[in-house]
């Protein structure tokens, strides 16, 4: 996960827990955004804001605030961080109904919005002078994005089949089936740098914050849902999840192994939104990927100065992709500094092997209890491509079957 977005949901998880104890739900306090995301120096976005109260007669404090990457919180409308409301010890009586009416223009690029990423805009009603909530925070998604020129749109929707040991926790496998749809454009920005390729693998190292931070991409509207056929449980329909400035298309119900069937041609069916038209896309389903050696459920130690053999149920045609990833921890956040990826393209052919060379290029194991330990993963995926009016660079789609798992770099 994103460390940004997970501070974030960190600060929206504890003011929902304080809210917990809200007493009143006759009063109300709703905001709104014009728009879900920006781009720095060129955009604003309205803030708009309704109240009502219900019940009886109460004096309140309402705050308004921007909840950073960072987990900052900036109080509207002197960014002071000390919870300072914007009104204090109002009285609202009962029958009070006010907006929506917008309280505020922002300037995407101007302090707090000056930094690529999510931000949370917040609302509540609290006891005067306290900070005893009371009813339930509204929040209100933003992202910034960077500067830069586009990179163009891209679209992609998939089916994916996955089995996975967890050997820091439960120590057994598990297996889920997915499927989903993104849409989104990309503005330039430089990323990570890559280590030169040798004998079908190479190694990327990437700074976190970078290579998590979403600030760079602006998630586009393909419409209220996606339908996607060929599973033997029945059609499924993807439906838009907007959240944190994010679009996403996910399954209405959840999936079972049942869904996932290797040969079958999985189709999916776009009808179009404010950002992305119509399309329709399908992909035959490659077999499921069995992963013999290195035996995951066994937690295996690879010796960064052997060669690591690779072997899998080879299909007989096209390619499997594996990757190790392995992360450089700041011990005083627990969170990644860096991420450094060893990433290998083999023949499906059942084996192969990934070269001392490469594996001395990543770092030793330096997760603590289980976390951020390093991550085998083998897939082998099928791809075909569709075009959609407003995806400049047009649309994947996939079927793809996977194995990983922890494993110790020494």
Not at 1 to 18: F, G, H, T
Not at 266 to 283: K, L
Request: hydrophobic share 35%; charged share 15%.
């Amino acid at each position: 996960m994103d460390s940004r977005l997970a501070k974030l949901l960190l600060v929206v998880a504890v003011l929902c827990l304080v809210a917990g104890g809200a007493f009143a739900q006759d009063l109300s306090l709703t905001i709104t955004t014009s728009s879900s995301s920006g781009v720095m120096g060129q955009d604003t976005v309205d803030l708009s804001v309704q109240a009502d109260n219900y019940g009886p007669t109460i004096n309140v404090d309402v705050h308004f605030a921007i909840v950073a990457p960072s987990g900052a919180i900036y109080e509207i409308p002197s960014w002071l961080t000390d919870f300072t409301p914007l009104f204090r010890d109002i009285t609202l009586p009962q029958g009070f109904t006010f907006g929506p009416a917008v309280l505020g223009t922002y300037t995407v690029g101007d302090f707090p919005l000056n930094a690529a990423g999510n931000y949370l805009f917040a609302a509540a009603f609290t006891e005067p002078w306290t900070l005893n909530f009371i009813g339930d925070i509204s929040f209100a998604p933003f992202t910034v994005n960077e500067q830069g020129s586009s990179e163009g749109s891209i679209g992609s929707v998939a089916v994916v089949w996955h089995k996975s040991f967890e050997s820091s926790f439960s120590h057994k496998w598990s297996t889920s089936v997915s499927a989903s749809g993104v849409f989104v454009e990309s503005r330039s920005s430089k990323r990570n740098s890559t280590l030169p390729l040798v004998e079908g693998c190479e190694v990327t190292k990437t700074d976190w914050e970078g290579s998590t931070n979403p600030g760079s991409l602006k998630w586009l509207d393909a419409g209220a849902k996606i339908d996607m056929q060929g599973s033997p449980q029945g059609n499924i329909e993807l439906q838009k999840n907007a959240n944190m400035g994010m679009i996403m298309y996910q399954p209405g119900r959840e999936l079972q192994e049942a869904d996932y069937v290797g040969g079958n041609t999985y189709s999916f069916t776009g009808y179009g939104g404010p950002d992305v038209g119509s399309f329709q896309a399908s992909v035959n389903a490659p077999n499921v990927l069995e992963l013999y050696q290195p035996q995951l459920d066994a937690s295996p130690v690879i010796d960064r100065s052997q060669n690591l053999d690779v072997q899998w149920n080879g299909d007989g045609s096209g390619e499997v992709y594996v990757t190790i990833s392995t992360y450089d921890i700041d011990m005083s956040t627990m969170m990644p500094k860096t991420v450094t990826t060893c990433s290998c393209v083999f023949e499906d052919d059942g084996e192969g092997q990934i070269p001392a060379n490469i594996l001395s290029q990543l770092p030793a194991s330096s997760g603590l209890f289980g976390l951020w330990m390093p991550n085998f993963s083998i897939s082998r995926s099928n791809y075909s491509y569709f075009e959609a009016d407003g995806l400049s660079n047009g649309g994947t789609v996939t079927a793809s079957t996977y194995v990983s798992g922890g494993v110790e770099l020494q």
